[in-house]
């Protein structure tokens, strides 16, 4: 009898004892994962929010106030162009998450097609998948990003594609060994005796066994997405100013770093913390869904 992919995943998710209130309260049941949940809810409420809790524009500029301490006006202070530290922070979080979650989600999607493909089919098509992407692998992340930066130049559009050649491959290994140890099962020989196209088989009765598993590995690529466009944008290669990129924020603002320090240790503490809070929550998941356990 055919089943649909939402009753295949709740199959999987009731064998694990992972319905999304249990779930929920196991991650939460976790004192770092906690704090972690916190912190990126409460930086993604600032990053749909932000336009409404910045108390100026990121690129207004009000001379008289340039290189003022942090005060009850400008909470984190201004720069040597007296634009409010706290107002480009806030606003900078909806530019940095939004670019690392698009990123993240493509090479997620990308992988995760290519892994089920390759590993389903194996043989030829797989090994030269494989490697293909060891070969991407063994160049370092941030040596890569600026190849593929310098060939197609700086903007938006190149960091994404930058995240998305990065992590795709890491994704797609990792789809792949999910689809290797599935594969020989009962209900997989079952589909084919059935007649099932390898899409269907794919996507309806293989992926839901590898929801958990990826789940865990998108919030780790985000929060390596995060550090890796912060760190573009503060090597002058990623998002250009003037927009309110932390990394940038922290590029700008190293110059006058015994002037203003406020204006260097704020955006490098939202990068830290934010970061940090996504480790938190990926490691809270990873305990969750039991990844790595034997």
Sequence with gaps: MDTSLSE?????????????????RKLLGYPSSAIGAFIVTLFL??????TFLAPFESNEQIAADALQAPSSVHP????????????????????????AGLGTLLSVIC????????????????????????????????????????????S?????????????????????????????????DAARMRGETIPWILFREILPNAIPTLV????????????????????GVGVQPPSPDWGVMVKEARIYATQTPWALFYPASAIAVVVIGVNLLADG?????RIGDH
């Design 8 to 24: 295949r995943l709740d199959a999987v998710l009731r064998e694990a004892d992972l319905h999304p209130p249990s779930a929920l």
């Design 45 to 50: 409420l600032i990053a749909i929010l932000g």
């Design 76 to 99: 984190f202070g201004t720069d040597n162009l007296g634009r409010d530290v706290f107002s480009r922070v806030i606003l900078g979080a909806r530019d940095i998450l939004l670019l």
């Design 111 to 154: 992988g995760t097609t290519i892994g089920l493909f390759s590993g389903y089919v194996g043989k030829w098509l797989d090994e030269i998948v494989m490697r293909i992407f060891d070969s991407l692998l063994s160049i370092p992340a941030l040596l890569l990003a600026l190849l593929v930066l310098g060939t197609f130049g700086p």
């Design 156 to 188: 938006r559009n190149g960091v994404l594609l930058v995240l998305l050649v990065i992590y795709t491959p890491i994704v797609a290994r990792v789809v792949r060994s999910v689809v290797l140890d599935v594969k020989g099962k009962a209900f997989v």
């Design 216 to 235: 865990v590995e998108a919030a780790m690529r985000f929060s390596y997405s995060i550090f890796l466009v912060s760190s573009l944008g503060f090597l």
């Design 285 to 289: 998941l990873k305990r969750v869904f």
